[in-house]
C-alpha cells in the first residue's frame, strides 16, 4: 500500500517549517550515511493513530518581493495539486489575511484536491479567536487554529487531515501488477524508454484514467504480463533556479517512489553516475524499494573489454551504500536489453517478497555466529537469542538480544551479509530491527 502523501503550501514565515518539524519529530535525519535528500528536510514519514503518510514541505527558496512571493506560492501549490492527495494551507494569525492568500487559495478551490486551511502562531484561542474567523472568507472550508511551535491543536489538524485520504488506493483491480518507477536526472531517457515500450508491437498499452498525480501511469504487457510503469518525466521547468528544479524533481521522485515497488533509475552512460544520481538512488534506499540501476545510452559510447567494469565499478563506488542495486545496461532508443530488463524486474520483485522460514534463518544465524564472534564491550557479550522475518517489501527481520545497545552496526551487516550470500535478495534492501529480549513486539 503506498503511503498518502500530504503537501504544506503557505507563504513565507508563516511558520511551514516550524509545523514541518513539529509533526516530523525528531525522526529526520536517521540515515547518516546515505547520500540521500534526508539533509534537505523535503519530505518526512509521519505517523498519526494508525495511518502514516509523507508530508512534503513544498516551500524553499525564499522571495524578497510581494509579487515574486504569489507566483512562487503559486509554483508551490501547482506542485502540491500535481503530487498530493490532502494539501495544508497554513496562514498567519498576526499577519492575517492577505491578497496572496485568497488567490492561492483560489487556486487550491478550483483543484478540487482535499485542503486542510490551518491558521498558525494561534498561542491562545480566546485572544484570536476572532481573528481565526476572518480566514472563514477564504472559501475553502473552517479554519483550524494550531500553535506549530507550542504544538498546539496538531491533533485536531491530523483528524482533518487523515479524514480526507483515499480509501485504500491500492485495492482496485491493478492491485496485484507490479508498479516500477522509472526516475532520474531530467535528459537521462526516461520518456524514451517508457516509449520505447510503447512502441513494440507486443506491448499493450492502456492509458489508465483517474490517476490522481500527473505522474503518467502506464500500463505495458510483457510476454503475458502486466506491469505498470509511473513515469516521472514531464521536469521541463523552463527558466527556473536550478534549486527549485532540482527540488521539484525531487518531490515527484518521493511521489513516483512512494506508490513504486520498483525503482529503476536511470543513469546517462556517457556522463556516468553523478552525485544527483546518488541523490535520487538514495531516495530508493530509505524508502526500501527493490531497486535497479539502468545504465542508458549504452550504445552510444565506445567500448572496449574493460568499459563495463569501468562502469560497475564507478556505479558500486558512488552507490555504496546500496551495494544491492541491480545494474542493467541498456539503450532505451535501439531496445537493447531490454528484455534482460524485464527479467532483473520479475527476479527483484521475487526478492522483494520473498519470506525465509524462521527456522532456516536461526541455522544461518547459528552458523554466522560460530564463524565471527558478537562484539563485547566492558566485559558483557552480546548475545543474539533468535531471529524471525515480520514483513516483506522490503524483507524485514526482528532480531532478539540480550542487549540493544552491543549490537552493532557493523555486526548487524555482517548477519546482512550472511543471509544475502544464502539467499541473494538482489535488488532489494533488507531491513533489521533489534529489540531486547522482553521488549514489546
Not at 509579487?67 to 496562514?91: H, K, N, P
Not at 546517462?268 to 527493490?290: L, M, Y
Amino acid at each position: 500500500m503506498s503511503k498518502p502523501v500530504v503537501a504544506i503550501v503557505g507563504r513565507p514565515n508563516v511558520g511551514k517549517s516550524t509545523l514541518f518539524n513539529a509533526l516530523a519529530g525528531e525522526k529526520i535525519s536517521i540515515v547518516k550515511d546515505t547520500p540521500g535528500v534526508t539533509r534537505d528536510r523535503i519530505y518526512a514519514d509521519v505517523t498519526w493513530l494508525d495511518k502514516t503518510f509523507t508530508m512534503i514541505d513544498t516551500g524553499g527558496i525564499e522571495p524578497d518581493s510581494s509579487d515574486i512571493i504569489l507566483s512562487q506560492m503559486r509554483e508551490q501549490a501547482q506542485i502540491a495539486i500535481d503530487t498530493a492527495d490532502v494539501i495544508i494551507f497554513i496562514t498567519d494569525v498576526h499577519q492575517g489575511l492577505v491578497d496572496a492568500d485568497a488567490k492561492v487559495a483560489d487556486m487550491l478551490r478550483r483543484s478540487g484536491k482535499p485542503v486542510v486551511l490551518v491558521v498558525n502562531k494561534v498561542d491562545s484561542v480566546q485572544k484570536f479567536m476572532m481573528d481565526v474567523y476572518e480566514f472563514y472568507n477564504l472559501g475553502i472550508g473552517e479554519p483550524i487554529p494550531i500553535s506549530a511551535a507550542n504544538r498546539m491543536g496538531l491533533g485536531d489538524m491530523l483528524d482533518e487531515v487523515i479524514k480526507d485520504f483515499p480509501e485504500d488506493a491500492d485495492t482496485e483491480q491493478d492491485g496485484d501488477i507490479p508498479k516500477i518507477a522509472i526516475v532520474g536526472k531530467p535528459n537521462v531517457g526516461k520518456s524514451s524508454l517508457v516509449n520505447k515500450l510503447l512502441g513494440e508491437d507486443r506491448v499493450i498499452v492502456s492509458d489508465i484514467a483517474g490517476t490522481t498525480r500527473d505522474a503518467v501511469d502506464t500500463r505495458v504487457k510483457w510476454q503475458g504480463k502486466d506491469y505498470i510503469f509511473i513515469d516521472t518525466a514531464g521536469l521541463r521547468r523552463k527558466g527556473k533556479v536550478k534549486e527549485e528544479i532540482e527540488r521539484y524533481s525531487v518531490i515527484r521522485t518521493v511521489t513516483a517512489v512512494e506508490r513504486a515497488d520498483v525503482v529503476i533509475v536511470m543513469i546517462d552512460a556517457s556522463e556516468g553516475v553523478t552525485e544527483q544520481d546518488a541523490k535520487i538512488a538514495g531516495i530508493a534506499h530509505e524508502r526500501g524499494k527493490g531497486v535497479i540501476i539502468a545504465v542508458n545510452k549504452w550504445d552510444a559510447i565506445e567500448k572496449n573489454d574493460k568499459t563495463i567494469y569501468k562502469h560497475t565499478n564507478r556505479i558500486r563506488e558512488v552507490l555504496a551504500y546500496m551495494p544491492y542495486a541491480e545494474l542493467v545496461f541498456i539503450s532505451a532508443k535501439t531496445g537493447l536489453r531490454i528484455s534482460r530488463m524485464f527479467e532483473t524486474i520479475d527476479a527483484v520483485i521475487e526478492n522483494q517478497t520473498l519470506r525465509i522460514q524462521t527456522g532456516v534463518l536461526n541455522e544461518i544465524l547459528s552458523e554466522a555466529v560460530a564463524m565471527q564472534q558478537p562484539p563485547s564491550d566492558k566485559g558483557k557479550r552480546l548475545k543474539i537469542y533468535y531471529m524471525t522475518q515480520v514483513a516483506v517489501k522490503p524483507p524485514t527481520f526482528v532480531i532478539f538480544v540480550n542487549d540493544k545497545e552491543l549490537m552493532h552496526f557493523s555486526y548487524t551487516r555482517y548477519l546482512e551479509n550472511k543471509i544475502r550470500d544464502a539467499f541473494g535478495f538482489a535488488g532489494t534492501s533488507l531491513k533489521f530491527i533489534v529489540r531486547e529480549r522482553g521488549e514489546k513486539e
